[in-house]
């Protein structure tokens, strides 16, 4: 009896640790099979699931503790730690379904835009798009190294591409996507309204397309299907 009740007491106590860093261990998981610091957040909602998986450690530490307590042992934080966790990864596992309507990782976003802008984007791209509701904000990692060296090439030689982006045109971008562009090395801005490149538009309502590109993380962002309007001239 004593034996089976010190088994007891470490499976309780196994349980107790696993469940408490169970959240955070498989946060982490969906995190880098995401890409989370590459593609946003929305590539930690794709594998958000995965919290699913852990679950079991909490009802089974609801299990230990019944056990526990029928022997008359500790058994309060077992309780305790599988209810505060297992709801955490409830809800947490859940976030693919419930920001479905938010997020996409259709690729073919990235050759939706080449279509419109007209320059040549990789194909080989792990996607995450966040629809805002002002503008669609698409994260793109390029997963080909061929893919990286054409792409990078096509920026070296063609002009569109600013190494620099002007302050008048980053204004008219979302606020949270400006102090995002100083973590970018070159950039694309169209006007889609008056097929224009890297010009402050006139006054008046314009479609943009924006694009970023990151030489050391091989990651694109993208701003597409945003209107600004601007209400007078400003000359630049």
Known sequence: MKKNNLVLKILGNLLFWATLISPIFSFYLASNMGDQDLVGLGGMMRYSWIMFLFMPLSILSIFIAILLKKNKQKYIKNLIIAFICLPILAILGSYMWIFSDSYSYDTNKVSDVEQIIKLNLPTKVKVSTLKTGECNLTYAKIIDDNDIIEFENEIENNSLWQNNLKVTLKNLLPLYVQGET???DVFGFYNVTSDEYNTFPAKGENEYI???????????????????????????
Not at 210 to 235: E, P
Request: no cysteine; aromatic share 30%.
């Open 210 to 236: 924006f694009i970023a590109y990151d030489y050391d993380f091989n990651k694109l962002m993208i701003i597409d299907d945003y209107v600004y309007t601007l209400d007078q001239d400003i000359f630049v």
């Open 182 to 184: 100083e973590f970018f």
